[in-house]
């Protein structure tokens, strides 16, 4: 059973830092894509980070280029995104989620992510201006 646990959401103002954690476990996989992904109350759900597990290949959607930054800690099974010069426009919902289909990882973070095999819960994240 995959399990996808985050945390290290919270309220911050405009300009401020936060790092989400996601614990997974329950892979059978040795590779796999994992991903953020946010939705903002009445909006769809966005693609904001993908990295492949083996590759270590980032992808971003283009609002928060440059400001976040996706990374993974295989020794500890975590992934994390790391957000700075946060803008209200960035408060959402922020799930964690997982793939198995790896090679398709750059093109993973489109149409609210069908490819997506596994979700956590969310975390809530609120910057205010």
């Known amino acids: 059973q995959v399990q996808l646990v985050e945390s290290g959401g919270g309220s911050v103002q405009a300009g401020g830092s936060l790092r989400l954690s996601c614990a997974h476990s329950?892979?059978?996989?040795?590779?796999?894509?994992m991903g953020w992904f946010r939705q903002a109350p009445g909006k769809e759900r966005e693609g904001v980070a993908a990295?492949?597990?083996?590759?270590?290949?980032?992808y971003y959607a283009d609002s928060v280029k440059g400001r976040f930054t996706i990374s993974q800690d295989n020794a500890k099974n975590t992934l994390y995104l790391q957000m700075n010069s946060l803008k209200p426009e960035d408060s959402a919902v922020y799930y964690c989620?997982?793939?198995?289909?790896?090679?398709?990882?750059?093109?993973?973070?489109?149409?609210?992510?069908?490819?997506?095999?596994?979700w956590g819960q969310g975390t809530q994240v609120t910057v205010s201006a």
């Open positions: 329950g892979y059978t996989n040795s590779r796999f894509c």
């Open positions: 990295i492949d597990s083996g590759g270590g290949s980032t």
């Open positions: 989620a997982a793939s198995r289909l790896w090679f398709a990882c750059a093109g993973s973070l489109t149409q609210g992510g069908p490819m997506y095999n596994y």
